[in-house]
């Protein structure tokens, strides 16, 4: 997998080539979006992440001229714009997703893997790890064989969880996933609504798969 | 700037203007028109002495006996002064032709001679070389008895010293229009001059305010009323700003204050991890404490920024049709689990029917913030109650809780940044004080309101209306 980042702050860069490395990526840089565009442009890669503010030519401007020649590539912005502001003007120029700086790292990659995902379009007909498997056309949980029964909510955030296995993610992506919710209050709904599902799929078992990561968030390794 | 320029677009020098103009026009007006009269006084005079000479002479020679040599007298009688008249009498071979000497030529006076018969007196003006005349003709006709024929009167009267008195005349007219000109220009520029001088005095006590004098006021007494209202309307508009500006300083001293926490507990976690050799757990503990208060940081810039955008009118709505049923009953199942941990009952009370125009995230947001408050404030064992009805064109959503309450004197506040009373800090350190902040601001981009009844140790009830329909933004 290769990506583009093109992202004007020397050290954010620097800090985004260690995590994609490390988790499996080749990425070129430009600090600038004219050299961003042309690199773009000139070879092909798997998904791009763009900054908003960058000199020369803005992100915005880089998205629409690069949706002009290219309208495969998947771009996932980096802005410091809110979600109203986004949906008003991102959208429309054809972006595949964004990040609101500052963001979390976990939450850059798991969105990344989400857009890669529906680019590549398969969609698994079982969700499975370890012993557990999840069904989401007969909405059927199992563990080592055992039915769970879920809610509905508690469901998607197992899906969401399956989907994304071995990545860590937040609570604020896991609230906008599950509950399409963005609010300003405390985040440990989201850890009430993982204890929850913890007593179901895991308090039985001996094997942990839900697990903590503190300060960054939840993963099923 | 030329002193031209200046002058005209000084407000002395246009009132100066505005008040010099017309005067001139006046004066010059004036000044036509006694010209005007005094010529028609003076022809209006000539005319009578002229009539009242021709109405004699006519008397005379339609007296049944003509005296001829007396008719001679009649016309050398006026041969000297200024304002000579001259007489001529052209009648049949009895009674003759009679003359001043000196008088015009007779064809001059009338072109057409006898010829132009009229029993009425025709006025006119004769110019003969340098010398100007105003004439009267008059035609007589005589009785059958007394023998026929008409008789011709002329008279003429020199008027050519007029002129040099006319001309004397016009000199002083001038003279005093140019003076009063010159007059009104001076008393005007120094009248308003100083009538403008309470306006000076204004500008400089204005220029005297600046951010670390918001609280001084204007003097408005002593100005004259339009002034001293001006005056006053700039002490009111000096009060807004100082209040908006205290505004302004308490919430940097906050975001200061907010933002200093987290940071310090950034700084010394760092610092102190990196002051001794420590196993690999203690700098992942450290991390990871870290990455919580950066969390937190960045929350709190996420929601000034909504707020600060929202205020600058930047953020706008995707509005679109919406199940408010469907959208509080995912709030429902979002808070459901915290709620039940808390001992807390969450309800519920919506027609599945209701729609509204929204923008559903910010409507989600919006709720959400008030029920995670009134979750946080409601002991256990106590209740939240979400509801929703259609109030005339309204949406009302209502949050109620069985908490302690807001005391009277924190309610106005409940809305603003970083309002926490004393027990929300103490119970959760991690909120932030934004949330009411945002919802009220969500209201007010959908252009609804949101009001709050409480009573201490009797609970909270905040009421969110969202109006039906907008108008169009963006």
Redesign the interface.
């Known amino acids: 997998m290769k990506l583009l980042v093109v992202e004007d702050d020397e050290k954010t860069v620097r800090l985004l080539r260690q995590g994609f490395g490390e988790n499996g990526f080749v990425v070129d840089d430009c600090r600038n979006g004219i050299d961003g565009l042309d690199a773009a442009l000139s070879q092909a890669y798997d998904l791009v992440v763009l900054d908003v503010m960058l000199p020369g030519k803005d992100g915005w401007e880089v998205l629409s001229q690069l949706r002009a020649v290219d309208r495969a590539t998947p771009v996932i912005m980096l802005t410091?714009?809110?979600?109203?502001?986004y949906?008003?003007k991102g959208l429309t120029a054809g972006a595949d997703d964004y990040v609101?700086k500052?963001?979390?790292f976990s939450e850059l990659l798991a969105r990344i893997h989400t857009v890669l995902r529906r680019r590549r379009e398969v969609v698994p007909d079982n969700l499975q790890f370890q012993d557990l498997t999840l069904d989401p056309k007969r909405f059927m949980v199992t563990r080592r064989g055992d039915a769970i029964e879920l809610?509905?909510?508690e469901f998607l955030l197992l899906e969401l969880l399956l989907r994304h296995k071995g990545e860590v993610l937040?609570r604020a992506y896991i609230?906008e996933q599950v509950?399409?919710?963005?609010?300003?209050?405390?985040s440990?709904?989201v850890e009430?609504?993982i204890?929850?599902l913890r007593a179901k799929v895991d308090d039985p078992y001996e094997r942990k798969l839900i697990h903590t990561v503190?300060?960054?968030g939840y993963v099923i390794r | 700037m030329s002193f031209v320029e200046r002058f005209r677009n000084s407000l002395a020098g246009r009132l100066t203007l505005w008040f010099v103009g017309p005067a001139i026009l006046f004066i010059l007006l004036m000044s036509v028109g006694l010209y005007v009269a005094v010529l028609q006084t003076l022809a209006w005079r000539d005319n009578q002495v002229l009539t009242k000479r021709a109405m004699t002479v006519r008397t005379l020679v339609l007296a049944a006996n003509v005296d001829v040599d007396y008719l001679d007298h009649e016309v050398s009688e006026d041969l000297e002064g200024p304002r000579q008249l001259f007489i001529r009498i052209a009648g049949p071979p009895r009674i003759g032709t009679h003359e001043t000497p000196g008088m015009p030529d007779r064809s001059f006076l009338s072109p057409g001679g006898a010829a132009v018969a009229a029993a009425e007196p025709r006025y006119g003006v004769a110019v003969v070389g340098e010398r100007r005349f105003r004439t009267l003709e008059l035609t007589v006709p005589l009785s059958a008895a007394g023998g026929g024929g008409e008789v011709l009167i002329q008279a003429a009267i020199d008027t050519s010293l007029d002129g040099t008195e006319l001309a004397l005349y016009e000199e002083l007219l001038i003279g005093v229009a140019l003076a009063a000109l010159c007059a009104c220009a001076v008393a005007g520029w120094y009248i308003v001059r100083y009538q403008l001088k309470p306006l000076d005095r204004l500008v400089a006590e204005v220029g005297r305010i600046d951010y670390s004098t918001l609280d001084h006021r204007v003097t408005a007494e002593g100005l004259p009323t339009e002034l001293q209202q001006y005056a006053n309307r700039f002490n009111q508009m000096l009060g807004r700003l100082q209040t908006a500006y205290q505004a302004l300083q308490r919430y940097a001293d906050d975001v200061a204050h907010e933002l200093r926490t987290p940071l310090n507990r950034i700084q010394l976690e760092a610092e102190l991890a990196l002051r001794e050799p420590r196993p690999a757990e203690a700098y992942r503990e450290a991390?990871?404490?870290?990455?919580?208060e950066?969390?937190h940081?960045?929350?709190i810039?996420?929601?000034l920024?909504?707020l600060a955008?929202a205020e600058n009118g930047?953020?706008?709505?995707?509005l679109e049709p919406m199940n408010v049923a469907e959208r509080l009953e995912?709030?429902r199942?979002?808070?459901d689990?915290?709620a039940a941990?808390a001992g807390i009952s969450l309800r519920l009370t919506c027609d599945p029917g209701l729609t509204i125009d929204a923008?559903?995230?910010?409507f989600?947001?919006a709720i959400?913030?008030i029920v995670?408050?009134s979750l946080?404030h409601t002991p256990r064992g106590g209740a939240v109650s979400v509801e929703a009805h259609r109030e005339a064109t309204d949406i009302v959503v209502t949050v109620a809780d069985t908490g302690e309450g807001i005391a009277p004197e924190h309610q106005p506040h409940v809305f603003d940044r970083f309002f926490r009373s004393d027990r929300a800090r103490t119970t959760?350190k991690?909120?932030?004080g934004?949330?009411l902040a945002?919802t009220k601001k969500i209201l007010d981009l959908h252009q609804g309101s949101i009001s709050l009844e409480s009573n201490v140790g009797a609970g909270a009830k905040f009421s969110l209306h969202f109006p039906a329909t907008h108008i169009a933004k963006g």
């Open positions: 410091a714009r809110d979600a109203v502001e949906r008003v609101v500052p963001f979390a809610t509905s909510k937040s609230a509950w399409d919710m963005s609010f300003d209050g405390d440990n709904v009430v609504n204890r929850r503190r300060g960054r | 991390l990871e404490s870290t990455l919580e950066c969390q940081l960045s929350a810039v996420q929601s920024l909504f955008r930047q953020a706008r709505l995707a995912t709030i199942s979002f808070f689990g915290s941990d923008d559903p995230t910010l989600q947001r959400s913030n995670s408050n946080a959760d991690d909120r932030v934004l949330g945002i």
